[in-house]
């Protein structure tokens, strides 16, 4: 999808009533217009990961961390031509986020459905509306969306969490945001993998039952009728959310990549699947991004809405963010945020004796092997008492030739200094003759909510034999 620089949102919506009775709640209609604008640019959009956040002036926003300083490692290897590299990206088109140009990827987006009559009836009362997306209700005080949909502009976060309408500005319970949680593996340079974000409400929500979540690998099956929702755009080129919320009828599509080629080497099976109509008319569209795709006959949610080639093509299927490949993370992240944790987690008291966290990041290192990555080695240490964090001896010959390579490395502290340092052999670095490599590492959370997220640093391929660098967090 598209991911375009979104405009400042400066209007802070009211704050609802946490109120326990299950009434309607109206938003006022002022925000209409900043929600449209929020359409217009999000589409369903990713952010470039290269933009760092603003600083948040709102209440406590908590991020992914670990204790470990090396909670969790890894590893996504995709094939070059799946993922467009920096370089190539900005030939793609000109909309650009700061220095950086985005890839023209037409995204998230109902087309031809019909309006929700009754979302309690139907069963889909946990439907959730924050800002110009959608959402799921998961838990009494916890909302699964899109990770795009926080296009690294912390202001949207001041915009409440509507739940339980049917028609835009309202609904039956109304939470503001008080902290959230993005996928660590949220890789908006590889067609939003992992797009997934968790909004943590400021009370529970009383009067709605959350959702189910497929934890099924093997499901949705294939053709399976599946129904998606959402105030989106209701044609490919509409200009205006809708006022009602809408739902419509699609199908489970697998090997999509095999009906259309521009979806080629885009689609990660593992953590997406396709939605549509073959022969086009029916879709999720502009400003849908985050809602649900749910089994029509379980209400079981199976997917979110993430991207797409316009809207309702033929031949050319929506791609939903795939429940089951994060449920264990889901289900930690419930421990951890909500204020009524699931009775699975296990959680000790508080004491006022333990001393505070120290901070801590977690940081991605993206390294696209040349030919032979067998000649390339790399390692990741803290200056100060020169402990390895992480290494990677050598490239894999078979399977990580012109191939991408990401490691997430967590539990870093901040202020610290970490040396990265990359060597060849062969002393050609990994461009060109053989290869286009690059290194790029990001900050991708912390616990600190102050803390800027983005570009650490990034390397061409051409270093030769060796390249050292420091990375303060």
């Known amino acids: 999808m598209i991911p375009i620089g979104m405009i400042a949102l400066l209007l802070l919506a009211s704050v609802i009533s946490t109120g326990l009775a299950a009434v309607p709640v109206l938003l006022a209609e002022e925000n209409s217009s900043i929600e449209e604008e929020a359409a217009a640019n999000l589409r369903g959009q990713s952010t470039n990961q290269h933009v760092t956040s603003a600083h948040s002036p709102f209440p406590p926003v908590t991020t992914e961390g670990a204790d470990a300083q090396e909670d969790a490692v890894i590893m996504n290897k995709v094939p070059i031509a799946q993922q467009q590299l920096r370089g190539q990206r900005r030939q793609l088109d000109?909309?650009?986020?700061?220095?950086?140009?985005?890839?023209?990827?037409?995204?998230?987006?109902?087309?031809?459905?019909?309006?929700?009559?009754?979302?309690?009836?139907?069963?889909?009362?946990?439907?959730?509306q924050w800002v110009a997306c959608g959402g799921v209700l998961i838990h009494s005080?916890?909302?699964?969306?899109?990770?795009?949909?926080?296009?690294?502009?912390?202001?949207?976060?001041?915009?409440?969490?509507?739940?339980?309408?049917?028609?835009?500005?309202?609904?039956?319970?109304?939470?503001?945001?008080?902290?959230?949680?993005?996928?660590?593996?949220?890789?908006?340079?590889?067609?939003?993998?992992?797009?997934?974000?968790?909004l943590q409400l400021d009370a529970p929500i009383t009067s709605i039952t959350p959702a189910t979540l497929n934890t099924d690998a093997e499901l949705p099956s294939p053709n399976?009728?599946?129904?998606?929702?959402?105030?989106?755009?209701?044609?490919?080129?509409?200009?205006?959310?809708?006022?009602?919320?809408?739902?419509?009828?699609?199908?489970?599509?697998?090997?999509?990549?095999?009906?259309?080629?521009?979806?080629?080497?885009?689609?990660?099976?593992?953590?997406?699947l396709c939605a549509g109509v073959l022969g086009g008319g029916k879709d999720a569209c502009k400003g849908d991004s985050g809602g649900p795709l749910v089994d029509v006959t379980t209400?079981?949610?199976?997917?979110?809405?993430?991207?797409?080639?316009?809207?309702?093509?033929?031949?050319?299927?929506?791609?939903?963010?795939?429940?089951?490949?994060?449920?264990?993370?889901?289900?930690?992240?419930?421990?951890?945020?909500?204020?009524?944790?699931?009775?699975?987690?296990?959680?000790?008291?508080?004491?006022?004796?333990?001393?505070?966290?120290t901070p801590t990041a977690s940081i991605r290192i993206d390294i696209v092997y040349d030919g032979f990555p067998a000649e390339t080695s790399w390692q990741l240490t803290e200056q100060d008492t020169g402990t390895v964090l992480h290494n990677m001896t050598l490239g894999n010959e078979e399977s990580d030739a012109n191939s991408l390579v990401s490691v997430v490395v967590s539990g870093l502290q901040l202020g610290?200094?970490?040396?990265?340092?990359?060597?060849?052999?062969?002393?050609?670095?990994?461009?060109?003759?053989?290869?286009?490599?690059?290194?790029?590492?990001?900050?991708?959370?912390?616990?600190?909510?102050?803390?800027?997220?983005?570009?650490?640093?990034?390397?061409?391929?051409?270093?030769g034999a060796q390249q050292t660098v420091n990375i303060v967090l």
């Open 94 to 128: 000109n909309n650009s986020i700061g220095d950086f140009s985005l890839p023209n990827i037409p995204t998230a987006r109902i087309v031809g459905g019909s309006p929700v009559v009754d979302v309690a009836e139907e069963g889909l009362d946990f439907f959730a």
């Open 141 to 198: 005080d916890i909302v699964l969306t899109a990770a795009h949909c926080l296009l690294n502009d912390t202001n949207v976060l001041q915009y409440p969490v509507l739940v339980g309408g049917q028609t835009r500005h309202q609904a039956l319970e109304s939470r503001t945001i008080t902290g959230h949680r993005r996928h660590p593996m949220y890789a908006p340079h590889l067609f939003d993998a992992y797009d997934f974000l968790l």
């Open 224 to 272: 399976a009728e599946l129904t998606t929702m959402g105030y989106g755009h209701t044609q490919e080129f509409g200009s205006s959310m809708s006022p009602t919320l809408n739902k419509v009828n699609v199908h489970a599509i697998p090997n999509c990549t095999d009906l259309h080629g521009w979806y080629q080497d885009k689609v990660m099976d593992i953590v997406m």
């Open 299 to 357: 209400k079981v949610v199976m997917g979110l809405v993430s991207w797409g080639q316009g809207c309702a093509r033929p031949n050319v299927p929506g791609v939903y963010s795939r429940i089951s490949a994060v449920t264990d993370w889901i289900q930690q992240q419930l421990c951890d945020l909500s204020r009524e944790p699931p009775s699975t987690c296990t959680r000790s008291a508080p004491s006022l004796l333990l001393p505070l966290p």
């Open 416 to 463: 610290r200094v970490y040396v990265f340092e990359i060597l060849d052999s062969f002393e050609d670095g990994i461009c060109c003759e053989y290869g286009n490599g690059s290194v790029d590492i990001d900050k991708v959370s912390s616990t600190d909510a102050s803390t800027s997220l983005g570009v650490l640093w990034q390397l061409p391929g051409n270093f």
